[in-house]
């Protein structure tokens, strides 16, 4: 690729910024919640699908929503090189997680046409069903499926707050057809490659424009449910309690102490989801839910985390009486980028004259299963102070060009491969 790529930052910017408009935040953007299948969700897919069309893409939306816009190239049997992200948003937080590699896709996909280059495998962008957790507690849930990771009875298995199964959801949504038909064909990618936010401080902090990632962390994520037993507040003494909330809490600080002893600086582990029953200010908590979430880019030592955990929060349940019951929603393996993936995309840098760095991905991403059958690569821009799913995370409008130019080059690499 020899054309100049030039991004047009600021159309990217004015569709993020509409984008950030369909929410449900009570906050004003660049405040967002978009969850999966919500009014807002379904509104910014059909303001997603015009500019596709607009763009000149054919789109294919399949039976839980995953959706793909295909440039067709010279030769439409050979494998797809794939690019693309999420645009659903956890609760309250900001416009750029995902939604740079929707909308940068598609950006570099225009950049590439507009330099007059016609691709020889077709490339395709792909907006992802459901990367956040929120909804049905597992994230990702629209890569797993396309990958095998989800089967359609494990799919039909997840369950919203309101006991909705994720088929009836999707089917209210508007999504059609046999679940069993999101699986891809094998071998259906030559390569995919996501744009992301970095959602950490390492590029801004090296004064980088660009980190070529060569692995994604192991994601788990647990439900643990604490059983004690209610009362009221002013006549149940303190000796006799059986306190769900207290119990709660004490195995959310062995959670910190033991991820904080942990011999690999990477593991990480929050407790971010608190639910108390009854929930009443004079009552006694007599049941309490709570999320863990804990990743390490070494699978072995997350796992030996997981064990002793598990032990320490039943040993706190038997101290205080309470039961417990821990529920594994995922444990995940890492995924290691493809070598030849990174290459082009170091070689994309070094023909735009953009300074790289390699790194991991702490953060998990739609690419962790497309990566377990196909070769996977990610490119990550620094977002302001590494901060991400808050309300004020910021991407320069510079950052993205770059990051999108630099897409729209490896894409073209990728996309002339034998
Ligand atoms: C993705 O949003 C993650 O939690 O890493
Ligand atoms: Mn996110
Ligand atoms: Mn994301």
Redesign the pocket.
Known sequence: MSRKLSADADQLLAELQHLATLSDCAEPPPAVTRVVFSEADLRARAYLKGLYEEAGLAVRVDPIGNTFARWEGAEPAAGVVGSG??TDAIPHSGMY??TVGVLGALEAIRTLKRSGYCPRRSIELVMFTS?EPTRFGVGCTGSRAMTGRLTADQLTGLKDESGDNYDEVRQRAGFSGALQDVLLPEGYYHAFIEL?IEQGPELEAAGLPIGVVTAIAAPSQLTLCVEGEGGHAGAVLMPVRRDALTAAAEVALAVERLARESVSPDLVATVGQLGVHPGAANSIPSRVTMSLDLRDIDLANRDAVLVRLREVAEAIACRRGVKLQVTVQNADPPSVADAGIVDAAEQACRDLGASHQRMISR?Y?DSLFIGQVAPMGMLFIPCRGGVSHRPDEYASPEAMATGVEVLAATLAKLAEEA
């Open positions: 992200s999420h997680d995902g990367e992301h953060a991403h």
